[in-house]
């Protein structure tokens, strides 16, 4: 018998186009997310495809996004599109929103979303916008 995943204890497939299809509902809605929506095609199809997949082997079911497109190698994937702190935080806020929804151990939720928010923080590309500038 295989050890159990994060993608078992939160309900597999099911559960992780849930997740997917409420984050992206809140990059749609949010106004506090337009900037990361505004990067985004206006069809969200392939996004929550690619999103999915890549979940769905990160957390340790079916390496989906790697059978299809190969290694992840997210921040070069992510590099045409300027991300500081503030779309990282845009990010966030959506996949907070989307976790919080789904039904998890405590314990399991915060792994997740600190793991998510360090993956996150790993895609800044960008300074700050509004970082000011110190004479030496």
Known sequence: MS???????????PAIRSLVDRFYFYMDILPEAQDIRSMHQ????SAKDKLFKFLSGWLGGPNLFIEEFGHPM?????FPFKIGPSE???WMLCMNKALDEISMDPRLHTNIQSA??????????QEP????????
Do not use: K
Request: aromatic share 4%; hydrophobic share 35%.
């Open 88 to 90: 990282r935080d845009q």
């Open 74 to 78: 997210l921040r070069m994937r992510h």
């Open 116 to 125: 998510l928010q360090n993956l996150a923080t790993h895609m800044i590309n």
């Open 3 to 13: 050890a159990q995943t994060p993608y078992d204890f939160i309900g597999g497939e």
């Open 42 to 45: 206006t069809n969200l199809a």
């Open 129 to 136: 916008s509004n970082s000011l500038e110190t004479a030496e």
